[in-house]
């Protein structure tokens, strides 16, 4: 499975910004698309994930302010990202899993947000 990000940016606190990512390749191996936060000096964490069956979840400080959706027929899945809070700064990695226990073991190139106060 090859995870294909884009989205990247630099935005105010306060702001928006969307990230999509495609998936390719064996995809019948994989339910669960999602993201994945890197802040600088912390280990990789959830964002949000969703499964094809629609089910979602959602670390605690992305509920009420990211919304995380998925095309299924065209493997993406995007994350729209609201009141962005420099807390929110770190590279974002896609990821793609059997289901919504934890990461799988495919991953995106990770893309730079940076939130500035």
């Known amino acids: 499975v090859q995870l294909q990000a884009s989205g990247r940016g630099l935005v105010q606190a306060g702001g928006s910004l969307r990230l999509a990512c495609a998936a390719s390749?064996?995809?019948?191996?994989?339910?669960?698309m999602g993201w994945y936060r890197q802040a600088p000096g912390k280990q990789r964490e959830l964002v949000a994930a969703?499964?094809?069956?629609?089910?979602?979840k959602y670390a605690d400080s992305a509920k009420g302010r990211f919304t995380i959706s998925r095309n299924n027929a065209a493997n993406t899945v995007a994350l729209q990202m609201s009141d962005l809070q420099p807390q929110d700064t770190g590279v974002y990695y896609c990821?793609?899993?059997?289901?919504?226990?934890?990461?799988?073991?495919?991953w995106g190139q990770g893309t730079q947000v940076t939130v500035s106060s």
């Open positions: 969703m499964h094809t069956d629609g089910s979602t």
């Open positions: 390749g064996n995809i019948f191996s994989i339910n669960v």
């Open positions: 990821n793609a899993a059997k289901n919504l226990g934890g990461a799988g073991n495919y």
